[in-house]
C-alpha cells in the first residue's frame, strides 16, 4: 500500500495543534500547582474593589451630601452679601464656609467652600488670609480656576505687592477663558505700569489688541498702548 503525503502546511498545522495543546498542558499545570495562591489573589482584589465601593456608597457619598446640604445655606448668605454669616455660621443650622472647609475637606463641596471662604475674606479686606484661602483651591473648570487665581492678584495688589500680583494675573490670562482673559491682561499691565515696567505694560495690552479686539478692554486698549509706548 503506498504511503500518504503528508503536506508542508498539513504538517505546519499538526506541529502548531500540538504546540497548543502542549502549552494548555502547561497552563493547567500552573493553575493546578498554584491554585491556592491564586484563589488568595483573586478573593484579595474582590474585597479591595468590593472596599472601595462600600467606603464611596457609606462613607464619601453621604459626606459630600450632607457638605453640599450645608453650603446650600452659606451661598445664600453670600449672594445677599452676609459676609460674616456665610463665612461663620449663623449658630441655628448652618456651620459656615470657613468649618465647611475643615469638616468636609476631602470633598468637592469642600473645596468650593474654601474658594467661598477665600473671597468672603477679600470681600471683607482681610487680604491675607484671603491668600491662604485662595492660593489653596485647585480646580480645572476653566471658569471658576482663573477667577481665583485672579482674585489671589488682587489681594496681592491691595498688600502693594504688584510684582507678586502679576504673576497671578497672567496665570489667569494664560486659562484660555476668552471672557476674562483680557480682563486678567489689563490687571497685569496696570501692576506693571505701577512698577514701572513698561514694556512689559505694553505687551499685556498689544496681547489684549491681538487676541481679544472686540472685548471690552479691547475696545479702549490703544490709548494705554500708546501710553506704555511713550513712557517705555
Known amino acids: 500500500m503506498a504511503t500518504k503525503k503528508v503536506s508542508p502546511k498539513a504538517e505546519e498545522n499538526k506541529d502548531a495543534l500540538e504546540g497548543m495543546n502542549e502549552a494548555l498542558t502547561r497552563s493547567e499545570q500552573f493553575i493546578e500547582n498554584n491554585q491556592k495562591t491564586l484563589l488568595i489573589a483573586l478573593l484579595a482584589v474582590i474585597v479591595v474593589v468590593g472596599g472601595i465601593f462600600l467606603y464611596n456608597s457609606k462613607v464619601v457619598l453621604p459626606r459630600e451630601q450632607k457638605a453640599a446640604e450645608q453650603i446650600f445655606k452659606g451661598e445664600q448668605y453670600f449672594a445677599i452679601d452676609s459676609l460674616d454669616l456665610a463665612l461663620n455660621g449663623d449658630a441655628i443650622d448652618y456651620i459656615g464656609f470657613e468649618a465647611i472647609a475643615k469638616q468636609y475637606a476631602s470633598t468637592k463641596t469642600g473645596k468650593l467652600a474654601k474658594a467661598y471662604a477665600g473671597l468672603c475674606y477679600k470681600a471683607q479686606g482681610n487680604y491675607e488670609e484671603a491668600i491662604a484661602y485662595l492660593s489653596k483651591v485647585k480646580t480645572s473648570d476653566i471658569a471658576v480656576s482663573p477667577a481665583l487665581v485672579g482674585a489671589v492678584g488682587d489681594c496681592y495688589v491691595e498688600l502693594g505687592q504688584a510684582q507678586k500680583a502679576v504673576s497671578y494675573f497672567e496665570k489667569a490670562a494664560k486659562s484660555g477663558n476668552t471672557l476674562l482673559a483680557p480682563i486678567y491682561l489689563m490687571k497685569a499691565g496696570r501692576a506693571y505700569e505701577s ?38
Open 195 to 232: 512698577l514701572g515696567q513698561w514694556s512689559k505694560a505694553l505687551a499685556a495690552y498689544e496681547t489684549i489688541k491681538a487676541d481679544y479686539p472686540n472685548s471690552m478692554e479691547g475696545s479702549e486698549i490703544e490709548k494705554y498702548i500708546e501710553r506704555a509706548k511713550w513712557q517705555k
